[in-house]
């Protein structure tokens, strides 16, 4: 019998309250609710160190990689700033480098769905950065992205998600996330990465 699909949402950032962590748990309820099993790894939870090479693998990055490893398909969240995603985010990307010599290496026919949230009107320069870097880790993007400008309006203060919308286009990104994950499993690749 074939083991459930994992889809594990990677995001969030070092601010509380973290919109782009409310905004990936809402896009992994849709992941859910397409007959995925989920987990969600909060960056702020993680406390990595800075990446380098030379620099012994700790136990936070180990878990980072084996979940991403095991996950048949990931939702990555960051806010924007600064036109592009947030130093936790590609530090923790950066310890991926963990994954190279599995089988397969890095994100190999992993789908990877990308949102972002942002206090202007940006936000898809951070989706731009994040397909960059899942094509450079073998992985295929989700086209369905979700980048939520001006956030403000779509958060309230303490950071709960108060825009309807939003929140289901985020629900159906974790769904077509799901979709793809489906669809690799059963033919090797998936519509759009063909």
């Known amino acids: 019998m074939a083991h459930p699909m994992l889809v594990v949402g990677m995001g969030g950032s070092l601010r509380t309250p973290s919109t782009s962590l409310t905004a990936l748990r809402v896009a992994i309820e849709g992941a859910a609710a397409a007959g995925a099993d989920t987990e969600v790894i909060s960056l702020s939870g993680l406390d990595l160190p800075f ?4 620099r012994a693998a700790p136990p936070a990055a180990r878990f980072l990689a084996d979940t991403v490893h095991a996950a048949d398909a990931l939702l990555w969240s960051s806010p924007t700033y600064h036109g592009s995603v947030s130093g936790a985010f590609k530090n923790a990307v950066d310890w991926l480098a963990l994954l190279a010599d599995r089988d397969p290496p890095y994100l190999s026919n992993k789908p990877v769905g990308m949102l972002t ?41 303490d950071g709960h998600l108060s825009d309807d919308a939003v929140a289901d286009q985020l ?24």
């Open 117 to 157: 949230t942002a206090g202007g009107v940006q936000g898809l320069q951070a989706i731009n950065a994040m397909e960059f870097i899942v094509r450079a880790l073998r992985g295929w993007s989700v086209p369905l992205v979700m980048a939520v400008a001006q956030s403000s309006r779509a958060f309230d203060r």
């Open 51 to 54: 990446y380098t090479a030379e």
């Open 171 to 194: 629900r159906g990104l974790g769904a077509e996330v799901t979709r793809a994950a489906v669809q690799f499993r059963a033919e090797g690749t998936c519509d759009y990465a063909e």
